[in-house]
């Protein structure tokens, strides 16, 4: 069966009364499920072609970019405003890397140390590369640049940490969608009863909890299957989230479970 698309009957019944607001739905819908945009970033010389290259032959879900080199002498540094950023370091980071890597959102940053082969050992890059994503707080992995298999050389991982860092990035960009279609909704009398009961709907609950969980990636995921000891295990966590974006987050899950474990009326399990 063929996914429904996203806020599909709200557009078109708002197209009926408004075809402004529809059409600003589309655009919306549009932006929510573009590709995301993965930039590869990084001083010259040290690996960002090689990186980009494997990220845009494995991830044919997103639009990989070799972003200009930072700390060119004369030049500015590049705008990184991708989805995620892919950050590109040899050797050892130096000081215009730790510049850069202090701006970034650590939400959507990976660190790549390429050209590991040409450190003292495997083990060396590794816990260079560990050492710098902890100090941001972003996850790392290290790769050579010729030779080995996909596991051996770190390929495989790097692919594996961006891949995840694309779905968190697609995933929360639903909180730009719930928003956008809030906002369209307060500006349009003539759609705004469409728009608020898609709002308080099924549909835009799932889209809001895959942000939040896209958010408190950091913490666990409830093991249960059971929605209502899963929406306990997200209380547990709000009741002591050290963020108001956590709380919020926690707030959505906690009632997103609670939305899909509510009975019907007639003692079945309410439609979703």
Do not use: N
Not at 5 to 14: F, K, M, Q, T
Not at 38 to 45: C, I, M, P, T, Y
Not at 116 to 126: F, H, I, K, M, T
Not at 238 to 257: C, G, N, P
Request: aromatic share 4%; hydrophobic share 55%; proline share 5%.
């Amino acid at each position: 069966m063929a996914e429904a698309p996203v806020l599909g009957w709200a557009i078109a019944a708002a197209g009926e009364r408004d075809g402004a607001a529809a059409s600003q739905l589309s655009a919306a819908v549009a932006a929510f499920r573009a590709p995301a945009v993965v930039e590869v970033a990084g001083r010259a010389g040290v690996g960002r072609t090689g990186v980009a290259a494997l990220l845009d032959a494995r991830l044919p879900e997103a639009d990989v970019r070799d972003s200009a080199a930072i700390d060119v002498p004369g030049a500015a540094d590049p705008d990184l405003c991708g989805d995620v950023v892919v950050y590109v370091v040899a050797g050892s980071v130096r000081r215009a890397d730790r510049d850069t890597l202090a701006r970034l959102d650590p939400a959507r940053t990976l660190l790549v140390l390429a050209k590991a082969d040409l450190a003292a050992s495997w083990y060396d890059a590794a816990q260079t590369a560990d050492a710098a994503g902890a100090e941001y707080g972003i996850p790392a992995a290290a790769m050579t640049t010729i030779g080995a298999d996909d596991t051996a050389s770190g390929r495989a991982g790097v692919v594996a940490l961006a891949r995840q860092r694309v779905e968190f990035a697609l995933a929360a960009r639903g909180d730009a969608l719930v928003a956008r279609v809030e906002e369209i909704a307060a500006r349009s009398p003539a759609a705004r009863d469409v728009l608020e009961d898609w709002l308080l709907g099924d549909d835009a609950a799932e889209i809001a909890a895959a942000a939040a969980v896209a958010t408190v990636a950091h913490l666990p995921l409830p093991q249960s299957a059971d929605p209502l000891d899963r929406a306990r295990a997200w209380a547990w966590h709000r009741d002591r989230a050290a963020t108001a974006r956590d709380r919020r987050a926690l707030d959505a899950l906690v009632a997103v479970e609670l939305r899909r474990w509510d009975p019907a009326p007639d003692g079945g399990v309410r439609d979703r």
